[in-house]
């Protein structure tokens, strides 16, 4: 079952995040500064929503989408900026699900695309990315801290 986070629900979803966040070598992970950004992004915050997926009432994944533009084609677009299961649940079709709410979530809010990154040696996500009708970008993605 998939849902949006919540006030109530957040409290479930930060010891995932902090395995997400540990997955990419994140320094520092604060579950206080987690659940004070996370909880932000529910079903009525027009920037964004971060969905769960219970299994048997435990919360075994999560995704995160936030909305912007880009002037490329003059469009709304989401970008799909987390996804994540549990490994032991991972190859069972959870991810596949949580992108297809996803996708289903920034069309119903006036986006024309859902797209994400993920890193180059994250070979396991690139094979249920590339299992499904979407396309692989070419393009080079930088940071510039501020």
Known sequence: MIEAIS?????EILPLIRKYQEFYKVEDISDDKNRQFFSQFSNS???GCQFIYRQEQNVVGFAT????YTSTIAEKVAVLNDV???PSYQGKGI????IEHCRNFAAANGSVRLQWVTAPDNTQAQK???SMDT??????FYTYKT
């Open 135 to 140: 396309s692989k970008s070419t393009w080079h």
């Open 84 to 86: 994540y299961v549990l």
């Open 45 to 47: 915050n027009p920037a």
């Open 7 to 11: 006030k109530e629900t957040i409290d």
């Open 95 to 98: 991810g596949k699900k949580l």
């Open 128 to 130: 249920l990315y590339d």
């Open 65 to 68: 989408v936030y909305f912007s």
